[in-house]
């Protein structure tokens, strides 16, 4: 389904992804951040504080990181303000890199299984699904961001993958 090679591809792409947010959010106020915008998260804190829930939630299903200590209906207030976020954010992206760095195809095979809370019981899926769900969860949710920075007049950077700089960029 996905390779090593991939993840990595991902893993860097959110990072990059995430490094434009901070910039565009940057350009807004506090009160700008946590206007009620109408989205399912409410704000744009609150969509990028469930983007940082979701993926310190799956990021513990994969590896050592300790998993977010509220419910996924609290997500939206995971960090009280977008210092914070960006901090946790900048923490975990690299987490994110370190951990697809080191995989190899083996580890992208067989099931994994956990509680869903989403789903309020036991599930089990295809462990490169669960991988491959986490980065698309990623981009849904920067995209939703997108829009409603863009809505409140910040300047927002390119998202497409093939524009990702490279490394030595």
Request: glycine fraction near 6%; aromatic fraction near 10%; charged fraction near 20%.
């Amino acid at each position: 389904m996905i390779s090593p090679a991939y993840c990595v591809m991902m893993a860097r792409y959110n990072s990059w992804q995430n490094q434009c947010l901070r910039r565009a959010m940057a350009q807004l106020s506090e009160g700008d951040l946590t206007a009620d915008r109408g989205s399912f998260f409410k704000s744009i804190l609150g969509t990028a504080n469930h983007l940082l829930w979701g993926d310190r939630m799956w990021m513990s299903r994969f590896s050592d990181v300790a998993p977010p200590d509220c419910p996924i209906p609290e997500s939206p207030n995971l960090t009280p303000t977008s210092a914070a976020w960006e901090a946790e954010r900048f923490r975990l992206d690299g987490r994110i890199e370190l951990w697809a760095e080191g995989l190899h195809a083996v580890d992208l095979t067989g099931t994994l299984t956990w509680y869903s809370g989403a789903l309020e019981r036991e599930t089990s899926k295809p462990y490169g699904l669960c991988v491959a769900h986490m980065f698309n969860h990623q981009t849904h949710h920067r995209g939703q961001i997108h829009a409603m920075l863009t809505a409140a007049g910040a300047r927002t950077e390119d998202t497409d993958l093939f524009i990702m700089p490279d490394r030595d960029s």
